[in-house]
């Protein structure tokens, strides 16, 4: 066994207030932003952090992961809230742990590198709103991405933490790209860039622990600041892994509280405090305390989350990223989008075709954004590609890849996927070599002048440098310019209470079908939507106070989605039955709007997501093949080329505005 990690027992003395182990291991809590970001798709909100805040506090945490990541863009997305807002009330409660985020290097908290003037500001305005630890990764592991932050998280007196993307090509560590030696140079490129420590990030749970074992006593012999392991769930393997760190020497682990541990999520906690009890690595945590935070997270938190979890299936381990190396967010977005396109039946083609675009794309890292990248270009391939011919529809992202604004990959990219994704890139077919933000125009005035005075601050103006779309629509929310839709306020364990009740009433066959359609109200404008999920079935239900009392007024069975859109709150209770309310009526809805009966060549959404720009306006001329439409589909932006030329007409979507599958975008005349 290494010196560096002589796991002995030292002592028999297990209360609260037993002696410190001589070198305790540290651990950083990432419940309140990897953890809700694994199990509940980022959707846990400030108010339900807040009960935990101050007992999380006490424990004695080296760090407390509670921002960044897929926070910033999910709460002012999906959730309603100010992300910054989310710091400076954690730090009311959190006066001892330092505050850590997860930081996408350039591309800081988004899916693209910005330019270096947003980089800068958003780093300074995170420290001035509570940030002490920046956790930065490129996923690329070109760290030429970290050139513009460090400087600044350094100045403003931060802990510059840099990471190294775990990612395999072989089923263990080794192989020509991602060897042991890989790991050593990059922790060693980290030293050299002043980090304070190094994160190994795990993403997809690959590690395993004869594996850790190796590196980590190897990166430790190495390089001098402490290292941290992050290690997901995922394939089971993480809490072995990470006790074969412990032994190897690592200094810091990531975990989480138990209701958000496991899955895809990350080992828990309590088993590492109980397994170190006594020992030269003791936490020195005190596991009542825990209890007592778990106990409130149970009650009065998760029932809020419950129905956002992934319950299609009993297995905690997914045994297809030992198989496939997919990691589990991915693959979960994988299934949704297939799912939205009616091609669940090709999931093994997906898996096939996979490492084939990720080699071909320079055998990258698959974390956020290139897990992303991959991800969607391989369903592209796989549902748009015909025969032998390859690459038919390809995202704004993989050009911008191919192109080098991501960075350098870990092989070259495939030069005929490279020639073909570039040809009639506009900012040239010929790639760059060099770091990716010195070829991107400063940023941050344009977005001053296009959102004015809707920005109120630089917290604002970020919001909407790094977001233009959601950011503005989020902005018009915020400052009352824009209702705050119903399907983004927060529920009340209320109204977890009254789902229940729905439930039990859809499985004892009370949400009937009434055929009499004649009878069916007018669904109102204060009408609220329930998601009721029934054994995996899922139905929304929209809810309509008719008299004080509140009418069932549609029950359509919905495609079953991993993260569905979350359920709303605030229905009244049922009050004494004053009305004879008309009984429930279940009745699926139309699949999508009819096509509108116009002349021409209707161009059809190939895909759900979510309108970002028309680069037509009606009446406007295209030649066959011409972008008409740029739509967003897992976060990647994909233009839409014209099916034939002539006049555009018959838009209906703004920028913003979602689509189903198959809606018409445009008509070409
Ligand atoms: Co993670």
């Known amino acids: 066994m290494s010196d560096h990690g002589e796991l002995n027992l030292v002592g028999m003395n297990y209360d609260k207030d037993r002696p410190k182990a001589e070198r305790p291991l540290l651990i950083e809590d990432i419940s309140l932003r990897d953890g809700h970001q694994s199990l509940f798709a980022t959707r846990g909100r400030t108010e339900d952090m807040i009960p935990v805040a101050e007992q999380m506090d006490d424990i004695g945490f080296w760090a407390v992961e509670v921002w960044g990541g897929a926070t910033f863009d999910a709460m002012h997305r999906f959730l309603g809230e100010d992300p910054w807002e989310r710091l400076r009330t954690l730090k009311r409660y959190f006066t001892k742990t330092p505050f850590s985020m997860l930081l996408r290097g350039q591309n800081l908290v988004?899916?693209?590198?910005?330019?270096?003037?947003?980089?800068?500001?958003?780093?300074?305005?995170?420290?001035?709103?509570?940030?002490?630890?920046?956790?930065?990764?490129d996923a690329l592991n070109d760290y030429r991405n970290f050139e513009t932050v460090v400087p600044v998280i350094k100045e403003c007196g931060a802990h510059f933490q840099g990471c190294i993307c775990y990612t395999l090509t072989e089923p263990r560590l080794g192989g020509e790209v991602y060897n042991l030696d890989?790991?050593?140079?990059?922790?060693?490129?980290?030293?050299?860039?002043?980090?304070?420590?190094?994160?190994?990030?795990?993403?997809?749970?690959?590690?395993?622990?004869?594996?850790?074992?190796?590196?980590?006593?190897?990166?430790?012999?190495?390089?001098?600041?402490?290292?941290?392991?992050?290690?997901?769930?995922?394939?089971?393997?993480?809490?072995m892994t990470h006790f074969k760190a412990i032994e190897a020497g690592v200094d810091i682990i990531d975990t989480c509280m138990t209701p958000y541990a496991y899955r895809t999520s990350h080992a828990a906690l309590e088993p590492f405090v109980m397994s170190l009890l006594g020992t030269n690595r003791d936490t020195g945590f005190d596991i009542q305390s825990l209890a007592d935070i778990n106990g409130i997270l149970e009650?009065?938190?998760?029932?809020?989350?419950?129905?956002?979890?992934?319950?299609?299936?009993?297995?905690?381990?997914?045994?297809?990223?030992?198989?496939?190396?997919?990691?589990?967010?991915?693959?979960?977005?994988?299934?949704?989008?297939?799912?939205?396109?009616?091609?669940?039946?090709?999931?093994?083609?997906?898996?096939?075709?996979?490492?084939?675009?990720?080699?071909?794309?320079g055998q990258i890292p698959l974390v956020t954004p290139t897990s992303q990248i991959v991800g969607t270009q391989t369903v592209n391939n796989v549902l748009f590609d015909t025969d032998g011919k390859r690459y038919n529809m390809i995202t704004a992202q993989v050009k911008d890849l191919c192109y080098g604004l991501y960075g350098k990959t870990s092989v070259p990219i495939d030069s005929q996927v490279q020639a073909k994704a570039l040809k009639g890139y506009d900012r040239g077919e010929t790639p760059i070599t060099c770091r990716p933000a010195e070829v991107l125009e400063p940023e941050l005035e344009k977005a001053r002048a296009e959102i004015g005075d809707l920005a109120v601050d630089d917290e604002d103006l970020i919001v909407y440098a790094l977001f233009p779309v959601t950011g503005k629509k989020y902005l018009m929310q915020k400052y009352g310019k824009e209702q705050v839709p119903e399907a983004l306020k927060p529920i009340t364990l209320d109204d977890v209470e009254k789902q229940n009740l729905m439930i039990e009433k859809a499985k004892k066959g009370e949400l009937v079908e009434k055929s009499a359609l004649a009878q069916r109200p007018e669904k109102s404008e204060n009408a609220r939507t329930f998601n009721v999920f029934v054994e995996g079935e899922y139905f929304e239900v929209g809810v309509d106070e008719v008299g004080g009392a509140p009418v069932i007024t549609y029950a359509a069975p919905q495609a079953a989605t991993a993260a569905p859109a979350a359920p709303v709150a605030g229905v009244v209770a049922p009050a004494a039955p004053a009305v004879q309310a008309p009984?429930?009526?279940?009745?699926?809805?139309?699949?999508?709007?009819?096509?509108?009966?116009?002349?021409?060549?209707?161009?059809?959404?190939?895909?759900?997501?979510?309108?970002?720009?028309?680069?037509?306006?009606?009446?406007?001329?295209?030649?066959?093949?011409?972008?008409?439409?740029?739509?967003?589909?897992?976060?990647?932006?994909?233009?839409?080329?014209?099916?034939?030329?002539?006049?555009?007409?018959?838009?209906?979507?703004?920028?913003?505005?979602?689509?189903?599958?198959?809606?018409?975008?445009a008509i070409i005349e």
């Open 299 to 361: 009650k009065e938190v998760l029932p809020k989350y419950k129905h956002l979890l992934d319950d299609t299936k009993v297995s905690m381990i997914d045994i297809n990223v030992l198989l496939h190396q997919t990691p589990g967010g991915m693959l979960s977005n994988l299934v949704n989008q297939l799912r939205e396109m009616d091609a669940l039946d090709k999931i093994d083609q997906v898996y096939k075709e996979l490492p084939r675009v990720r080699k071909e794309l």
């Open 182 to 239: 890989y790991f050593i140079q990059k922790a060693k490129d980290l030293e050299d860039m002043g980090a304070d420590s190094i994160c190994i990030k795990d993403m997809a749970g690959l590690m395993s622990p004869y594996d850790a074992y190796e590196l980590i006593k190897a990166i430790k012999e190495n390089v001098k600041p402490l290292i941290h392991l992050h290690s997901h769930f995922t394939s089971g393997m993480s809490p």
């Open 110 to 137: 988004g899916y693209r590198n910005y330019a270096d003037d947003v980089a800068k500001l958003f780093i300074k305005k995170t420290v001035d709103n509570g940030m002490e630890v920046f956790r930065t990764f």
């Open 583 to 665: 009984a429930p009526k279940a009745e699926p809805r139309a699949e999508s709007a009819p096509a509108p009966a116009a002349e021409g060549t209707p161009m059809n959404a190939p895909m759900p997501g979510m309108v970002i720009r028309y680069e037509k306006n009606e009446g406007d001329t295209v030649n066959e093949g011409e972008t008409v439409v740029v739509i967003e589909a897992m976060k990647m932006e994909n233009a839409l080329p014209a099916p034939a030329s002539g006049v555009v007409r018959g838009i209906k979507y703004s920028s913003g505005d979602n689509v189903a599958k198959g809606e018409v975008l």
